[in-house]
């Protein structure tokens, strides 16, 4: 086994990439399991040996290469600096970091029961047309799994309009916080690799992932 050592004064800090391989399944694994505990605190944590343990239930040598594995797989990474969760109430941030998510700037936040918690770029009646569609494609694909999932493999949860060539007209986006499902609705071209999908999904983790 590789031997590695802690740098000083680190904080453990998790990407845009973690973010959704966090969220995009409810099926549990040690990797998820161990970015759902990170996106949970308030604040990055201070990088040590008692944080690797007790986040990933492992023990020693093993939490500290298990922590190196994830930041190879581009989930976690060490920074100087320490991060903060947004402070504001998850509606009054909403429109300001849903907006960024599509190359359209129009994107909505649904929750279960197809009501929209925060909207960008679209009008209040096309975003509560939306937001009830989700709801509805979530029930198909809970009717379906077996087939989508089990006989054809498809392990990917999202919905989507598509042109002739293929891309994006609008996409559904599952995402999965303790027992409390969301649909991110992208209008356009989905822009997930960035600051505003991690501290989406951060503000909700807090918020909905504590119990």
Request: charged fraction near 20%.
């Amino acid at each position: 086994m590789s031997d590695y050592t802690l740098g000083d004064d680190l904080y453990l800090g998790i990407t845009p990439s973690g973010s959704y391989y966090a969220v995009q399944d409810d099926t549990p694994d040690v990797g998820r399991d161990f970015l759902h505990s990170l996106l949970r605190l308030p604040n990055s944590p201070s990088f040590n040996l008692d944080m690797a343990c007790e986040l990933s239930g492992l023990k020693g040598k093993a939490a500290l290469e298990f922590v190196h594995w994830m930041q190879e797989a581009g989930f976690v990474y060490g920074f100087a600096d320490v991060e903060s969760a947004p402070k504001n109430s998850i509606e009054s941030i909403l429109p300001e970091l849903l907006k960024p998510l599509s190359d359209e700037g129009k994107a909505i936040l649904a929750e279960s029961r197809g009501l929209y918690l925060g909207a960008a770029g679209y009008p209040h009646e096309v975003a509560e047309e939306l937001a009830a569609l989700s709801s509805n494609l979530s029930a198909a694909y809970a009717r379906h799994k077996e087939v989508l999932k089990g006989n054809l493999g498809h392990r990917q949860k999202a919905w989507g309009l598509v042109d002739a060539n293929g891309n994006s007209e609008i996409g559904f986006w599952p995402l999965y916080i303790n027992d409390t499902y969301f649909t991110l609705i992208i209008g356009g071209m989905p822009q997930l690799n960035q600051l505003a999908f991690k501290q989406l999904i951060w503000a909700l983790e807090v918020r909905y992932g504590q119990s």
